[in-house]
T-cell receptor, first 109, second 113 residues
Framework: DAKTTQPPSMDCAEGRAANLPCNHS???????VYWYRQIHSQGPQYIIH???NNETNEMASLIITEDRKSSTLILPHATLRDTAVYYC??????????FGKGTKLTVNP | SQTIHQWPATLVQPVGSPLSLECTVE??????LYWYRQAAGRGLQLLFY??????ISSEVPQNLSASRPQDRQFILSSKKLLLSDSGFYLC????????????FGPGTRLTVL
């Protein structure tokens, strides 16, 4: 599985958009980009995934660059409950998830 | 709807004692099942996964073992706990054939003293 690089921490003001970057310059053509988050003392929660096209669901938007070497997870209107560690993972769909250290997002009032 | 249960929620055990953590899934059949561990201040480490009854794959050599006696039951065990076994243990499942979303249980926080 391709290695990902994420900033260790980020801050965001409540109500503003949170943009979490992820670099995956060695991603291969059949690897998807997945995002999970883990709120303190809970299990990780799936957010969104994509292959090439930008994706949006009720939780977030995923923007993948045309060369697929990086992506950004966007939480359009961050709330205090969005404070969590966010994991960007790239993998082939049939392979197991491998979690890195993620980005600790703190949403401030 | 699908639900995943883990128990106990917290556990304090002495070094050298045995361990048994149980995970059960409801509302689905033939799921892939996973055990992860998260040590304090560290990332999630995959310990075991299972694609069917009696089928266990180990990801890292360690003091723990796993078993899957029933389709929706996954058990993590140890004969003698070590201090380094302390951590947050998470069970997860996904539906074979739909590999996009993995669902995690509430976890068991184990402290070995």
């Amino acid at each position: 599985d391709a290695k990902t690089t994420q900033p260790p921490s980020m801050d965001c003001a409540e109500g503003r958009a949170a943009n979490l970057p992820c670099n995956h310059s060695t991603i291969s053509g059949n690897e998807y980009v997945y995002w999970y988050r883990q709120i303190h003392s809970q299990g990780p929660q799936y957010i969104i995934h994509g292959l090439k096209n930008n994706e949006t669901n009720e939780m977030a938007s995923l923007i993948i660059t045309e060369d697929r070497k990086s992506s950004t997870l966007i939480l359009p209107h961050a709330t205090l409950r969005d404070t969590a560690v966010y994991y960007c993972i790239v993998r082939v769909r049939l392979k197991k998830l491998v979690f890195g250290k993620g980005t600790k997002l703190t949403v401030n009032p | 709807s699908q639900t995943i249960h883990q128990w106990p929620a917290t556990l304090v055990q002495p070094v050298g004692s045995p361990l048994s953590l149980e995970c059960t899934v409801e509302g689905t059949s033939n799921p892939n099942l996973y055990w992860y561990r998260q040590a304090a201040g560290r990332g999630l480490q995959l310990l075991f996964y299972s694609v069917g009854i009696g089928q266990i794959s180990s990801e890292v050599p360690q003091n723990l073992s796993a078993s899957r006696p029933q389709d929706r039951q996954f058990i993590l065990s140890s004969k003698k706990l070590l201090l380094s076994d302390s951590g947050f243990y998470l069970c997860a499942w996904l539906l074979a054939g739909n590999y996009n979303e993995q669902f995690f249980g509430p976890g068991t926080r184990l402290t070995v003293l």
